[in-house]
């Protein structure tokens, strides 16, 4: 997925589609590799025919980049021998400054430049990019939503029909259930990828918690919240950390048995994660607003920096900036240990100062480790008039 993508909601880590998407009916359980009939090929056959292109767009692993080719034999080097299918498995760096993930069906995994950057010699975040691929490729999903299609066309379930949006007709209706079927069951996909990548990594010597870290990091290079949408084809961070929350224990929990001394693991010690919830607002006078924060922290030695800055912007739409970047404003540092499993941090702010003609009141909420690095960014609602 590319930057700007950010701009519709969620700053997403993607997987990349080599072909058509299918559309399923929710509620499906099952997503073992035993859905996709063992004789089944057309997902490795079309991943053959784009090989070539794929591969003249990226290049190997080398230099900075060198980390992630060793993270990535490990996690391969997890997965048991597959008795019907051989996969080519090989990571390439796709040098185009974007902050994506994607895979092949034939098992060539592929990080554009941007992403590769943010996690440059940190080998759990390569990890946790690194897993949710190469789970995608194990458990087929190309082959899942190609079969899932050709089920809707021979009338297994909603066939999406174009038309003119327009017109009220059956047709619409379809159209728009469809959207919201194939949405639903690609966020499913993505969470159950999540799910499997984990795993993965306890196996690997990663712990689990390098990827709610390395999904709050790309939300905080997000632009701010936006409606959700049920036809939207993958989870919003705050939806996957939901969805992922016992994964997260449970996966921890085993990381413990294999790795009782963290620090010696292939991944180090766990990174500090900060999960923020929706902070609240209110308004307490005519010229002042409460903000509260409500964040849980896990692996955390110290303190953390929670940074609210606020300003005006005069039409068009604000885009958050890291604290460190400069920023007409206000703003406000909290320095809290997070030591309760629900810590609330209470900011109340007074009319931004510079408020132009028509401007519109905006906010946001950073939490910083003690190296000023961003872990963790919070979408403050509209500040009330």
Known sequence: MQ???????????TIGLIFLAAVSVLGQESFDVADVPSRFRLDLETAARLRSGLMAESS???????????????????????????????LRIVDDGEFNAYSSPD????????????ADSGSGLWAAILSHEIAHVVRRDWARRYLFQKSVENGGGVAIVLGDPGLPSASWTDSQMAAQ??????????VEADRAGLMLMVGAGYHPDFVPALHHLLHAKGSGPAPASLAAMHPCWEERDRELSRAYVAASIEFGHRWPEWYASPGGNPPIVVFAEEPTVRKTSAKEW???????CQNLAGAVEVVLRAGYRNGGSHFERPPEQAAAGSEIRQLTGCTSPRTTVTFTLANPSGRPEGGVAWTDVYVLDAWGSVLARADVPKLPR
């Open 3 to 13: 930057a700007d993508v950010s701009k519709r909601g969620c700053f997403r880590l």
């Open 60 to 90: 190997a692993p080398a230099g900075r980049y060198a980390v992630g080719s060793l993270v990535f034999g490990r996690l391969v080097g997890q997965i048991p021998a597959s008795s019907s299918i051989r996969f080519a498995w090989q």
């Open 107 to 118: 098992g060539t995994v592929y990080v554009e430049s941007g992403l590769a950057q943010l």
């Open 181 to 190: 079927n194939l949405g639903g069951f690609c966020r499913r996909l993505e």
């Open 290 to 296: 409460e903000i509260q924060l409500p964040i849980h």
